[in-house]
């Protein structure tokens, strides 16, 4: 199958997830055909079975803003022609699924059939999807589409309530990684040379935007070392967040213990010497860093909100606490942290979690089976 994805290429959750969905389907032998205006984050390279075009975006006296929605269309209505594209598969509501529905219809002049998925990861319904500026655009752009899905339930539950209008099916296919990649390394070496002293380290991975609560991850980190515990954390990622953290962990006098790697690739590396991962978030559609972490054998502390209770079992992949309650964070991961036993039972609990019911190989096929039953639904209509 000739497979187009278009998604934000960006250091964020929707570009990572669209990028190995396209590698895991080009190495089972699909064409794959990203179209973006930049190489995503994690593809790295053009590789056997995996395409790029890039989306120009030119900038006329006339547009005060570059219309960047109808640069994409064109490419798309381009490539769908000379590539022959069998599906789109649009990752985020805005503008890819608006640029895709317009591209069909342009193609439909043509003769040209090519069914619409689109995935919905999060902003694009919870925050993007609410603005009453933007609003009619995502009802819409989701009810044309010929296939959604959403990466959790929660996702799914909370699209059908808030954003008015959307009377499209949804299925649930939740996101997955490659457990093959993300497993505990021996890298001791590493964690030696961080905490010379048999120091415990947590970690944080995000983009570092407000909703992830990045100055909580230290305040949590300040409560553990007031408790006496031999604690350092890594905060890997950037964003506008960063220099409050920072500023923060000055102020708290535990700079020294704390280190800001900035974006990492690959990040497995810095997990395979965590001991406990920390996502105190305001907002998690699914948690792809979490999956990432329990994968790597880390226990997982977090908010208990959004779809985070869909991938984190309750006192037997990590624990999850009340929205902003910082003592509780505390108190959770010092649990972790002081209980060999507990520890080493979480560890493996999350690592079979990750393996058993997030695995790329369990999750792929479900698209391959989305994108054919979709497919041929619409080519029957159009007969």
Do not use: W
């Amino acid at each position: 199958m000739k497979i187009g994805i278009t998604c934000y290429p960006v250091y964020g959750g929707s570009g990572v997830v669209a990028t190995e969905l396209g590698k895991a389907l080009a190495a089972r032998g699909h064409q794959i055909h990203f179209i973006a205006y930049s190489i995503p984050f994690r593809l790295g390279h053009v590789q056997e079975n995996i395409f790029f075009h890039e989306v120009n975006v030119n900038a006329y006296p006339l547009f005060e803003y570059p219309p960047y929605t109808l640069n994409l269309t064109s490419k798309m209505v381009d490539v769908v022609k000379y590539e022959k594209l069998d599906v789109l598969h649009m990752h985020y509501a805005i503008p890819h699924a608006t640029s895709a529905v317009l591209a069909q219809q342009i193609l439909a002049k043509e003769g040209i059939v090519v069914p619409i998925v689109t995935t919905l990861h999060g902003t694009d319904i919870t925050i993007v999807g609410r603005d009453p500026s933007f609003a009619p655009v995502v009802s819409y752009s989701i009810n044309r589409s010929d296939g959604v899905t959403a990466v959790s339930e929660y996702l799914r539950d909370e699209t059908l309530c808030c954003c008015s209008g959307v009377t499209a099916d949804i299925e649930v296919i939740p996101n997955f990684i490659d457990t093959t990649r993300f497993r505990r390394m021996n890298k001791e070496h590493f964690k030696q040379a961080l905490c010379p002293n048999g120091e415990k380290l947590l970690v944080h991975v995000s983009n570092f935007r407000p909703v992830k609560r990045a100055t909580e991850v230290v305040q949590i980190f300040h409560g553990l070392r007031e408790r006496g515990l031999k604690v350092k954390l890594l905060l890997v990622g950037d964003g506008p967040d960063r220099m409050p953290a920072e500023h923060l962990a000055r102020k708290l006098g535990v700079h020294e213990d704390v280190r800001f790697l900035g974006k990492q690739e690959p990040v497995e590396e810095i997990l395979s010497i965590a001991d406990v991962f920390l996502m105190p978030s305001g907002s998690e559609t699914f948690g792809l860093a979490a999956l990432e972490a329990m994968a790597c054998e880390v226990p997982v502390v977090a908010s208990d909100i959004g779809g985070l209770p869909e991938l984190i079992v309750e006192g037997e992949t990590g624990f999850l606490c009340p929205l902003g309650d910082v003592g509780a964070f505390i108190e959770r991961t010092a649990a972790i942290l002081s209980d060999e036993a507990l520890h080493a039972h979480m560890a493996a609990a999350a690592r079979a979690r990750a393996v058993n019911a997030f695995d790329l190989a369990h999750i792929v096929p479900r698209y391959e089976e989305y994108y054919e039953h979709v497919r041929q639904r619409v080519l029957a209509q159009s007969v």
